[in-house]
């Protein structure tokens, strides 16, 4: 269960005849083989829950994969762009014209940073 073979069990013992007086022997033996049992039958328990949340977790898996999508129409009317106010559909109308400047305007642009990012450890520091 925990990867004691019988050779460290035995080292255990030995330990324990050398460094226990022979008279207490029975009482230790006995108190370790309690705590034995109050060990594996928490780990019995630890599993036995894990194994019941793992079948719950498949159980609905299992229901998600059987039950169908529901696809929704799309209309021509879904698809069409909104405008959002009032100023923005009356601009939509005028045509529009080239700049010279290619990219985002200068709002849509995110702003440099102000601060450069601290090192990483162990990596050299570059400019």
Do not use: W
């Not at 324990?16 to 019995?44: M, N, Q, S, T, W």
């Not at 696809?71 to 698809?79: E, G, R």
């Not at 601009?91 to 290619?102: M, Q, R």
């Amino acid at each position: 269960m925990f990867g004691i073979g019988l050779s460290e069990i035995a080292v255990i013992a030995l330990v324990a005849i050398i460094f226990i007086k022979p008279e207490d022997l029975p009482a230790f033996f006995r108190k370790a083989g309690k705590l034995y049992a109050k060990v594996k039958k928490a780990y019995d328990e630890v599993n036995q829950v894990k194994d019941q949340v793992m079948h719950e977790i498949d159980a609905a898996a299992k229901l998600d994969d059987d039950k169908p999508l529901e696809a929704k129409p799309a209309t021509t009317s879904d698809m069409a762009p909104k405008p959002a106010t009032e100023a923005a559909a009356g601009a939509e109308a005028a045509p529009l014209e080239p700049t010279a400047a290619a990219g985002p305007p200068a709002a849509a642009r995110p702003a440099p940073p102000t601060h450069p990012a601290p090192p990483i450890r162990g990596m050299p520091n570059r400019p």
